[in-house]
């Protein structure tokens, strides 16, 4: 139980602290290219999807790549979606509770996955508006695969300004 709170607080932190003072086509491309090399170090088959306002704005597959990728995605993203937190809390949480997203919430798991590797796209002042998603990897992989290259992106930002 304490390690769930842990890691709840940790992924509430990383929501807090991730997010962007504007959000782009631009953006999504650096963002998305910058999890594709961290993701080639890995020599798994991905797939990465950014999403803003119901726009894709970057979809990539490796190649080994399911459709299964795909839907991971599409549900995962329904998670964050629906609750504006990523993928991974909303798992952890339930997992805290010991109930199922059918049980806690009366929806269906064929179309919420309370698995890690969404995490929102959070505009200051404004709110959630779209979804960086990894699928591919273990839900704990992918969602720090999307976290470790938000965060290389706003540094680059950030070192930019200077």
């Known amino acids: 139980m304490e390690k769930l709170e842990i890691k709840l607080n940790e992924i509430e932190e990383q929501e807090r602290e991730l997010q962007f003072d504007y959000f782009s086509s631009d953006s999504a491309l650096k963002i998305g290219l910058i999890i594709i090399e961290k993701a080639k170090i890995l020599s798994k088959p991905i797939a990465i999807d950014i999403t803003k ?24 993203n329904n998670v964050v979606n629906r609750f504006f937190r990523s993928s991974l809390y909303i798992g952890t949480k339930l997992k805290l509770i010991n109930k199922t997203i059918e049980e806690k919430y009366l929806i269906s798991s064929k179309e919420y996955a309370p698995f890690g590797g969404a995490f929102p796209i959070i505009i200051k002042n404004t709110g959630v508006v779209g979804t960086i998603t990894v699928s591919g990897l273990s839900q704990e992989e992918d969602h720090n695969l999307v976290v470790e290259s938000i965060k290389e992106y706003l540094n680059l930002l950030q070192n930019n300004k200077k």
Request: proline content about 4%; some cysteine; aromatic content about 24%.
């Open 53 to 76: 306002n119901s726009n894709k704005l970057f979809y990539y597959c490796f190649d080994g790549a399911s459709p299964d990728n795909y839907e991971w995605i599409r549900r995962k």
